[in-house]
Each structure stands twice: as C-alpha cells, then as structure tokens.
C-alpha cells in the first residue's frame, strides 16, 4: 500500500475567494499598482475595491487576464487557483454578479476533523474506465483497485480522491491535478462537480438543477462549452456525478 501526505494540503487553507494575497503580492513585486487592474478588467476602481474584499467573485476570462497581466508563472497559477477554488468551496452561500461564478456549498458538509488523519482512496482518472456506478461506491471501487491512500483529514460522505493524468488533461482538468470528491451523494444545485460522461470524458463544472433541465458550467477559461440536458437526456450522457470537495490544481507552462 502507498500512501501520500501532501504537506501542502495540510497547512492552513487560505481564504479569499479571489486569491487576492497572490494577486496584491504580484502586484508590488512588478510594481503595477491596483488601479491598473481596473482598465484591464474594464471595471471601475470602486470594483475593484469589491473584489479585493471578495464581495464580487471573478469569473474565469477575469482570472485569466489578471494570471496574464501579472505573468504568472506554473507555479503561481496552481497556488492562486487552488487558493480561490478552495476558498470559493469553503465559502458556502456566496454569489457573484456581472459573470461571476456563483457557489452554493454547505459548510457543514466540508468540516475538517481537527487532528484527525484518515486513509482516503486514491486513485488515477484512467481506474475508473470499468467503474460500474450502480453496483458500488467510487470510494469502493478505488479501495479496491488501487494500492494508493491519501492521508488527510478531509471529511465527508465516501470520500475519495482521483488524480489526473496527462491523457486526460481536457476540459479544465489539468495533469497532476488532485480532485477529492464526495461519492456518496449527488451535488447541491450551484456546487463544483466532476462529472463522468458516457463517452469517457471527465468534467470540471458547476452543476444547475433546474426544473426540467440541468446545466454544466464551465469554470476555468478554455475548458470546454456549457452542457445543457433535459432531465429525460441525463442518463443518455452522464454516468455520474458527484460534488469536490477540495482541488489542488496543477498548472504547466
């Protein structure tokens, strides 16, 4: 058996939603000054002011040409989108206007077990090619047919963690990315997802409900369409679904 402990994992998760503490450090180490943000964006300073303090969330092609205009190195991008996906994830009940990502995940269901280790599965994307979701967990299946654990204190119901390889760096997953997921329960209306298709693609998306519809949002720029289905299409498309709870993205230039 393998285990992994990610130090990294294990410091104390940053918060702001917008990853500003990257941004503001980038900023005095080019020497731009804040209002520059503000012609890039094409928002008023005022606004800017808002997302400095995580009232207005950016969306991606914001996060994008701010990760751009700072020259954000490989590095830089896996601590500034880790940051603010996280965070975005923690913060349950915000929302966003003018484009801005909206998340609506209940904290309750992401507490940490203070001081509390535990063995989670883990597992490459390419392992669940034969995964037959009516017939066990993921969690199950990934106990079963992989040596890796991920030693963590993350909670939640059948949780379990999934690493992404570079045959599978499509749709805002990116190689050497890790996804924990919860694979017991379906997602709330609003929430970050991964999404299993039928034609073997996995996708990172907010996922909708809707009365008679349900839409997959993309959330990192470049990362595929938007996905809308009739209620009576899910099944035709989708083989699971099932709500992150934590990422740590990974970035190559």
Request: aromatic residues 8%; proline residues 3%.
């Amino acid at each position: 058996m393998y285990i992994v402990c990610r130090e990294a994992q294990e410091k104390k998760m940053k918060a702001h939603v917008n990853g500003w503490e990257t941004i503001e450090r980038q900023l005095s180490q080019l020497g731009r000054k804040q209002g520059e943000l503000a012609r890039l964006l094409q928002i008023t300073p005022a606004a800017v002011s808002q997302v400095k303090k995580g009232v207005y969330l950016l969306n991606p092609k914001q996060l994008e040409k701010i990760a751009t205009f700072l020259q954000f190195d490989a590095v830089m991008r896996n601590e500034f989108y880790t940051e603010l996906f996280n965070a975005r994830l923690l913060g349950g009940g915000v929302s966003s206007s003018s484009g801005g990502v909206r998340y609506r995940v209940s904290r309750e269901r992401h507490e940490v077990e203070t001081g509390r280790k535990r063995e989670i599965p883990l597992g490459d994307l390419e392992l669940l090619a034969d995964y037959v979701a009516p017939l066990e967990t993921m969690r199950n299946y990934l106990l079963r047919k992989s040596p890796e654990r991920y030693l963590g204190t993350i909670s939640g119901e059948e949780v379990c963690a999934l690493r992404v390889g570079a045959e599978f760096e499509q749709a805002g997953l990116t190689s050497g990315s890790l996804i924990m997921i919860e694979s017991g329960r379906i997602p709330d209306s609003g929430g970050l997802s991964l999404v299993g298709m039928r034609d073997g693609h996995y996708l990172l998306r907010e996922f909708i409900a809707e009365t008679d519809r349900i839409v997959l949002r993309p959330m990192l720029l470049d990362s595929g369409a938007e996905l809308e289905l009739k209620r009576s299409e899910v099944s035709d498309y989708l083989l699971w679904v099932h709500p992150v709870l934590e990422l740590t993205l990974r970035f190559c230039k």
